[in-house]
């Protein structure tokens, strides 16, 4: 509640903003708040706060014993019964549209499914592979964006394994088939913190792609941007699009730790 109704806009309803302040004051790390930390937490007026506290716990939200507040089991009621169905693919989604509407170029989120990745969110522009994507096509992770950030998030034991285990075949005349530079790729993606794969997986197509991380910072998932290698160089593609992506992967993991907190989140 740092900003003023002027700057939120006509249509902001302050007082359920204040409201919902205050219960998001609360957290695993301070289960019981005091009416002079809520006002801290949240940036409002004591008197504020106090009104807040007050109607919420007329609501059965909150809970006062002495001069502590603690939220009851009833705020469950304001989301739970959806978060506990929610998947990674839907925090996803539209994220994704956002990004697509910015870069004007198709989006995806991808999982590691053994040697493949498998999508499991898209937002499409123009089409632009002669193979068709639709929610479960799977591809060899050796040779995609995607698979590359994925393979890069494992554990270095569980990485050299599974290339060991590898036998790549060449997909174009561009694709990485030495696992021993693919090994160096890897390391330098995991370094980097992004992919990008020139026509590797199909002629004319370019990626680049990042990692989400759950809350524990473990990948557990991979976005991308696609679009038409011929449109420019590789080096003004990862200028153009991967500070945007990166912000859409920041935002996707914030809200994968924030619904995790409350359940486990399927990654389809």
Request: aromatic share 4%.
């Amino acid at each position: 509640m740092r900003a003023s109704k002027q700057e939120l806009g006509p249509e902001f309803v302050e007082s359920l903003g204040r409201g919902l302040a205050v219960l998001t004051a609360f957290d695993e790390h301070r289960p019981a708040l005091s009416l002079s930390a809520v006002a801290e937490a949240t940036g409002l007026a004591r008197a504020t706060a106090r009104r807040a506290l007050l109607t919420l716990a007329q609501l059965g939200y909150v809970t006062q014993h002495g001069r502590l507040f603690r939220p009851t089991p009833r705020v469950l009621d304001l989301g739970f019964a959806r978060l506990s169905t929610l998947t990674l693919a839907q925090i996803a989604q539209p994220h994704l549209a956002e990004l697509v509407a910015r870069v004007h170029d198709s989006a995806s989120m991808a999982v590691l499914a053994g040697d493949d990745i498998r999508y499991v969110a898209r937002v499409h522009t123009v089409r632009i592979m002669s193979v068709s994507i639709t929610l479960g096509t799977r591809f060899p992770a050796y040779a995609t964006a995607l698979g590359r950030v994925l393979l890069a998030g494992l554990p270095e034991a569980e990485r050299a394994r599974r290339l060991a285990a590898l036998r790549p075949q060449p997909l174009t005349r561009h694709t990485v088939t030495d696992t021993a530079r693919l090994a160096e790729i890897l390391a330098e993606v995991d370094r980097a913190g992004y992919a990008l794969v020139d026509q590797e997986l199909e002629d004319g197509l370019r990626s680049i792609a990042v990692p989400v991380r759950d809350r524990a910072g473990r990948v557990v998932a991979a976005i991308n941007v696609s679009l038409h290698a011929a449109r420019q160089s590789a080096e003004a593609s990862r200028a153009d699009l991967l500070p945007a992506l990166r912000r859409t992967a920041e935002r996707v993991t914030a809200d994968l730790a924030v619904a995790s907190r409350f359940a486990r989140i399927n990654p389809a």
